[in-house]
């Protein structure tokens, strides 16, 4: 117990040193600081590249599929792969290469990791495409840890693992096999941009970019998953790609996504010194396919050092199938916590809240639910409950333990992000 509490305080101490340590280099603190040492203690892991990890095995399974699949004019492969760029990149490599402007809701401090204002571990793939391209590269995989603040349940954790996927074709190679295809453009000029497509490419280009860019997925996942998955395709939007999509998949019942994609910005294209070609991009989440594939309920099992789950990803043959035996089911500890919002509800947001829990209660946290609400009518001040259930993935908990840590979370809600108790 003695130590438990221990480790709480120096976690939050450890926030008052003038610079962060990652990875061997100093970055000076700011105002946007608000990476914590618990996601600090994750960076360098590297999961992905652990042989016989469950993460380690999907990448592997992945990259056989686009080896064998897709070929070069010489038999070599055609997609190369890239996993082991550190995860340390720059605001505008993780934000104005990707056309994302200033003041998008996705810059916010609330959502990501800030190193400073300058630097953040990066919050997806995406981040290098821009590096990629430039370097010459046409078709590639990069795979990579990413960080970002979020809900706490099952299936959403601080750290997980992308696998970005990116393909540019020539005038020529996109249209060699489409009748007549010496007539056809990837481009037109005086175009407008529609819901279908971007003002600068040809409808005919896009369709068959969307086509290339569906079936090449599809194939991926039926490869991963065999032809009774079901999947299905959602429109939506992404600042770096036009038209854009989800996929998702059939998992316990629930539609869940796995993957975004889309055909890519020229603007991004012509930055990157590639304007003459026109490509796709995807991103898939190597956690939830792998919850999917092996039928691991819970993303906090992908970060256990228990041998009885790591054993069971020890195969001869990456394509040998694997279902997960889960592990004993320990008890749910469930407790309550409830307060005030300060009285500048600005000041504070559900991601705070959220990882304040984290970096206190770490992986004994299952889930935190926003569980009520309740308005003042005469002060007009809100106030709210959040139910916190503990569970150990390998131990039983016990409820003098998980009230120490819940102790904590409750004086440091108050000191930290300015509420006040109703406990």
Known sequence: MVCLTLNVHTLL???????????????????FTNVTPRILAKVGLNLHNQSHHPLWLIKERIKAHFYSAYVGRWGNPLFSVHDNLSPVVTVEQNFDSLLIPPGHPSRKKGDNYYL????????HTSAHQRELVSSGLDAFLLVGDVYRRDEIDASHYPVFHQMEGVRLFSNHELFSEVQHGQDLSLFEAAGRRTPQKQETHSLEAVKL????????????????FGEDL?????????????????????????????LGC???????????????????????GLERLAMV????????????????????????????????????KFPPLHNHISFWLPEDEDDFTENDFYELVRSIGGDLVEKVSLVDQFTQPNTGRRSQCYSIIYRHTERTLTQQEVRLVHQEIERSAETELGVQGRY
């Not at 970019?209 to 991963?224: A, S």
């Open 230 to 258: 079901e999947v299905r395709w959602v429109d939506c939007y992404f600042p770096f790609t036009h038209p854009s999509f989800e996929m998702e998949v059939r998992f316990q019942g629930d539609w869940m996504e796995v």
């Open 262 to 284: 889309g055909v890519m910005e020229q603007e991004l294209l012509i930055s990157a010194g590639a304007g003459h070609k026109a490509g796709w991009a995807f991103g898939l």
């Open 13 to 31: 101490n450890e926030h008052h040193s003038d610079s962060v340590a990652v990875l061997g280099h100093s970055y000076p603190r700011d105002d």
């Open 293 to 328: 594939l092996f039928g691991i309920p819970d993303i906090r099992l992908f970060w256990s050092q228990d041998q009885r789950f790591l054993k069971q990803f020890q195969v001869d043959d990456v394509q040998q199938p694997v279902c997960f035996q889960p592990l004993s």
């Open 116 to 123: 400073n204002r300058k630097t953040m571990l990066r919050a």
């Open 209 to 224: 970019l969307e086509f290339n860019l569906k079936l090449t997925l599809t194939r991926l996942v039926t490869q991963l």
